[in-house]
């Protein structure tokens, strides 16, 4: 499993998704660079929807983990879970806070006025 961070270099897109999903200890790696950079590929490298499907991916690994006790020590999936799905939420949030509406000016003599980048009829093939 190769793993690749390193908090003095956050200038790769790999490391952002590390960082964004915690995954940042190599003793105990949640996925491997190659499922993040699928990932980062499936998102057109935008690193906050590639986290986002990261953390789905870890949320589907821990449901296949069972509630485990021995020697009056406990492990519940719970925990893993529950934090997961926040993170997964605060994320998705900032997700749709990062979108940007732009707004100009409606007529072209307005100082503001944008040409639109598309025409009515463009994709008619008549």
Same mark, same amino acid.
């Given at each position: 499993? !190769?793993f690749t961070? #390193?908090?003095?270099?956050?200038?790769?897109?790999?490391? /952002?998704?590390?960082? @964004?999903? =915690?995954?940042?200890?190599? %003793? &105990?790696? *949640? *996925? +491997? %660079? #190659?499922? *993040?950079?699928?990932?980062?590929?499936?998102?057109?490298?935008?690193?906050?929807?590639?986290?986002?499907?990261?953390? @789905?991916?870890?949320l589907a690994?821990?449901? @296949?983990?069972?509630?485990?006790?021995?020697? =009056?020590?406990?492990?519940? @999936? +719970?925990?893993?879970?529950?934090?997961?799905?926040?993170?997964?939420?605060? /994320?998705?949030?900032?997700?749709? &806070? =990062?979108?940007?509406?732009?707004?100009?000016? !409606?007529?072209?003599? +307005? /100082?503001?006025?944008?040409?639109?980048?598309?025409?009515?009829?463009r994709d &008619?093939?008549?």
């Amino acid at each position: 499993m !190769a793993f690749t961070y #390193a908090s003095s270099d956050l200038t790769t897109a790999l490391a /952002l998704v590390r960082l @964004r999903i =915690g995954d940042t200890d190599s %003793d &105990r790696p *949640l *996925l +491997d %660079d #190659a499922e *993040l950079e699928a990932m980062l590929s499936a998102h057109a490298q935008a690193v906050i929807p590639a986290a986002c499907a990261c953390i @789905r991916l870890i949320l589907a690994r821990i449901a @296949r983990d069972v509630d485990t006790s021995h020697a =009056g020590v406990n492990a519940s @999936r +719970d925990q893993k879970t529950q934090h997961y799905q926040d993170l997964l939420e605060d /994320l998705e949030t900032e997700n749709v &806070r =990062g979108a940007e509406i732009h707004y100009t000016g !409606a007529m072209p003599g +307005d /100082l503001d006025y944008e040409a639109p980048t598309f025409k009515l009829g463009r994709d &008619r093939y008549d």
